[in-house]
């Protein structure tokens, strides 16, 4: 049986206290397709990975998207790219690319993905803000990203040993810093 059409105005006026840190996401439909209403601010310096492309709508305010593309060539380094979403537009992030989404106070985001193939593994991945060195991985197969990014960002905040670069020493902020709303 077909469901009612959702009205987002009166659903954030009645749920938005459903909205909580560190991720500040809920999932709305996860059948066919995850649709899942963000909202801001959130504190995350994980990258999440996603083995299907993630659809990102943004409702109320601007959000950034930072991502990580893959080296030019076999001697350069990952690029660190910042991707502005502004209030009514959107962006198709494709598969496989790191990507870190900082909401910021009073905004509200819709997110699709396509529930995913029984082999595959989401990764949160974090660099160093130091050295920009991989710090840690945490690899899991998604069933209910609502909760199992959560787990496995307040695993690393409780963990200083994972949060220590191989690399330099740094311990991996947990909160970021320096984000300058776009």
């Known amino acids: 049986m077909l469901g009612s059409p959702l009205d987002l105005p009166k659903w954030l006026e009645e749920n938005s206290h459903l909205l909580k840190p560190p991720i500040n996401n809920y999932c709305v439909y996860n059948e066919d397709v995850m649709v899942m209403i963000v909202g801001g601010p959130n504190a995350r310096t994980d990258y999440h990975i996603n083995t299907t492309a993630e659809w990102f709508y943004q409702y109320k305010g601007s959000m950034l998207l930072k991502v990580v593309e893959p080296p030019s060539s076999p001697t350069s380094k990952p690029t660190h790219r910042d991707i502005p979403i502004h209030e009514g537009c959107m962006f198709l992030l494709p598969q496989n690319t790191p990507h870190n989404p900082i909401r910021f106070a009073d905004t509200v985001g819709i997110v699709l993905e396509q529930p995913r193939p029984a082999d595959s593994l989401d990764t949160l991945r974090w660099y160093c803000q130091s050295c920009g060195e991989i710090v840690h991985e945490a690899s899991f197969h998604c069933t209910d ?29 947990v909160i970021p810093r320096g984000v300058v709303q776009p």
């Open 145 to 173: 990203l609502g909760t199992q990014i959560k787990e496995a960002v307040n695993a690393f905040k409780a963990d200083e040993a994972a949060r220590t670069c191989k690399s330099c020493g740094e311990i991996c902020d």
